[in-house]
């Protein structure tokens, strides 16, 4: 805004004055000059004067940050305390989802199960990747931010721990008496027997010492940061080790039915699955029998039925080597060829024998059943897909279910169900379809289960199905000559196996050592300095000055320094008595004697000073807040008032030799030491 506008009105042209001016002379100029309203004009400054508002000022134009502004500024973000804690938060958040929800990389059944019940959900956590947390792309950029932002962290932090490491305590303060913890004496020792005493006494200690001009410098406690770095790498190597897991891991299931074996390639795996790095040549060259199966249960109390031993027991070879014997057992994996061999479940698998019309047998197997409670009720399927024959001589295809109770109950009851998990009473229900088992189809099929769309099932001369339970050794026939079926006497067990190849499970357990163990000594280990000086006093005694610092709250640290006191003084130990004159002899037991001619106000006290205190007397004490300048930190050294002390200094004089005196140890101002 201009002047005109704030004053909102025009002035005049300067080549036409106003009334009575002179030309070249500005309106309202000269002495005692007024304005058209009688008022004192203000000449040209007041044409300039405005009541409006004062414009605002220019805002200050900063520069622009740049590419290279943002990117440390993105950085230093990063690389934060904060930012770290907020992603290793989140990382713990994200894991969550990926234990209460079923995994594809885990168990498919369980996946394609909550997919059916949850029909709402389940678009939902598909495009959240809550099926494969894991390796979703949300997860994956928590976990890299995280490793960088603890590298970014680490480093410059070990970079200053080094150089710490390298250099040495720092020197002794000037005023030893405002550390939170102090103790003085005098004793007799010269200052550099003390000084080299105290030297050895901190390295006995391991305490990192030296001196340094009239003290020395002591500090101890580096495991404390050390001990956080630790940590932090810790969690790196864990992270790492963690990625090569996932990259280069190998991990697949197998049945194995007592008497059978595994050879650790791909076609013999039931399921298997792998990381994206992973290569078939890095499966490791072994194989193994099942050569028995133990499992033990509770047989009587309120845990009846409770399983107590679970063994398998295998011959293995590595790399075409001898064979050798093993036990596996439950959380005790078999360790071969960089594989471990883990037993996950168990059943049972009957023996049945099928024979055509002819009586020829066209299938004879151990069949697997599958566990349906704790009491291994079980059920499976016998599919025969070639060489039966109906009576006619046609080919045709058979499909069995199998319903399994090792310990029969329900007699009478219309149904058959176990009431113990082990081989006491066995019982097998058997019914018979005939058909296309469609296995030809082209769409996967669950061996545990049977396709009956184009199969019919066998029915007597009423019409109705046909099923029969079994004991070990009996025989189910069919009608109209279409074979039978035979439950031998024979029921083996089978185990299931994961074999899994992860190889970065022992850098992950040993970054979890090294993080606890790191994390144990960031807490509880205190970082302190001691400093010890030795300087000669007045009478040619040595006044020793003993101080600590921690580096944070330490209950410990008075301690500490009492011992180490207690230590060193049994090395120097304190100065005896000044002997009394013979003009003013000591009189213990006449605590008030008259004062001398030059002090008639000072009575003789009875803690004088120049009696040095014992070890036991040497006060560890708390800062009290001396202040800064030297009278006042002697005052609270000492607790006296000036003119106390100067009495008992002229009633000491009056007692003492010339000469032979000394200024009491509180009052001995410390020598100039390197500040702190």
């Known amino acids: 805004m201009s002047n005109t506008e704030q004053t909102g009105r025009r002035p005049e042209p300067a080549d036409h004055p106003e009334p009575g001016t002179a030309p070249g002379t500005e309106p309202g100029a000269g002495t005692g000059s007024t304005g058209a309203a009688g008022e004192p004009s203000l000449g040209a400054a007041g044409e300039r004067l405005s009541t409006g508002p004062a414009q605002d000022p220019e805002p200050a134009t900063l520069p622009a940050l740049g590419v290279v502004g943002w990117v440390r500024w993105f950085w230093r973000q990063l690389t934060s305390m904060r930012v770290a804690l907020i992603l290793l938060f989140l990382l713990s958040l994200g894991a969550i989802p990926g234990s209460l929800i079923p995994q594809n990389g885990v168990d498919e059944m369980k996946v394609n199960a909550f997919k059916e019940a949850h029909e709402t959900l389940t678009p939902i956590y598909e495009k959240l990747q809550l099926f494969d947390v894991y390796s979703s792309v949300w997860f994956s950029a928590i976990y890299i931010l995280l490793f960088v932002s603890l590298i970014g962290c680490i480093v410059p932090r070990t970079h200053q721990f080094v150089g710490q490491l390298r250099s040495r305590p720092p020197g002794a303060p000037k005023r030893l008496t405002r550390l939170p913890a102090y103790a003085t004496w005098r004793t007799e020792a010269t200052p550099a027997q003390v000084r080299e005493a105290a030297l050895k006494l901190l390295r006995k200690r391991r305490f990192r010492a030296h001196a340094a001009g009239d003290a020395v410098a002591a500090e101890k406690g580096y495991l404390r940061e050390f001990g956080n770095l630790l940590f932090h790498i810790s969690l790196i190597v864990m992270l790492l080790a963690f990625a090569a897991g996932q990259l280069f891991r190998s991990e697949g299931g197998k049945l194995i039915v007592e008497g059978d074996g595994f050879a650790n390639t791909l076609s013999q795996y039931d399921d298997f699955r792998s990381g994206s790095l992973f290569a078939l040549d890095d499966l490791g060259h072994f194989s193994f029998e099942l050569r028995r199966f133990t499992g033990t249960y509770e047989a009587t109390g309120p845990q009846r039925g409770t399983p107590r031993t679970f063994e398998a027991e295998v011959t293995y070879a590595e790399n075409g080597g001898p064979d050798k014997q093993a036990v596996i057992r439950v959380n005790e994996p078999l360790e071969v060829a960089g594989a471990k061999v883990y037993l996950i479940e168990h059943g049972y698998a009957p023996v049945v024998t099928v024979r055509d019309g002819k009586g020829k047998i066209v299938s004879q197997e151990a069949v697997p059943l599958l566990p349906l409670d704790a009491n291994v009720t079980s059920q499976g399927v016998v599919k025969v897909k070639d060489g039966y024959r109906d009576k006619n001589g046609k080919r045709d295809q058979l499909g069995i279910p199998l319903f399994f109770v090792p310990t029969f109950a329900g007699e009478g009851q219309g149904e058959m169900f176990s009431v113990f998990p082990a081989l006491v009473d066995p019982r097998l229900s058997v019914s018979a379809y005939h058909g296309d088992l469609r296995a030809d189809s082209g769409v996967p099929q669950n061996v545990y289960q049977l396709d009956t769309s184009k199969m019919k099932q066998f029915k007597d001369e009423r019409g109705e199905i046909l099923k ?177 002390r100067a009495a008992e200094n002229r009633d000491a004089a009056a007692r003492t030799p010339a000469g032979d005196g000394a200024e009491p140890a509180d009052q001995a101002v410390p020598a100039e030491g390197a500040s702190q």
């Open 468 to 644: 029969k339970q079994l004991k070990p050794g009996e025989t189910f026939t069919l009608p109209d000559g279409a074979g039978s079926i035979t439950f031998e006497k024979e029921i083996k067990e089978w185990a299931s196996f994961q074999i899994s190849q992860q190889p970065g499970n022992g850098w992950a357990l040993a970054g979890a050592v090294a993080a606890i163990l790191g994390l144990t000594a960031s807490l509880f280990i205190q970082r302190r300095r001691v400093w010890v000086r030795a300087v000669e006093g007045p009478g040619g005694a040595t006044v020793v000055e003993m101080a600590g610092l921690g580096r944070g709250e330490s209950a410990k640290l008075p301690e500490e320094l009492a011992e180490l006191v207690a230590a060193l003084h049994s090395v120097a130990p304190t100065a005896p008595d000044a002997p009394a004159t013979p003009d003013a002899p000591a009189t213990p037991d006449a605590p008030d004697a008259p004062a001398t001619p030059d002090a008639p106000d000072a009575p003789a006290t009875p803690d004088a000073p120049d009696a040095p205190a014992t070890p036991a007397e040497s006060a560890v004490r708390e800062d009290d807040g001396a202040a800064d300048d030297d009278a006042e930190d002697r005052a609270a050294v000492g607790d006296r008032s000036a003119e106390d």
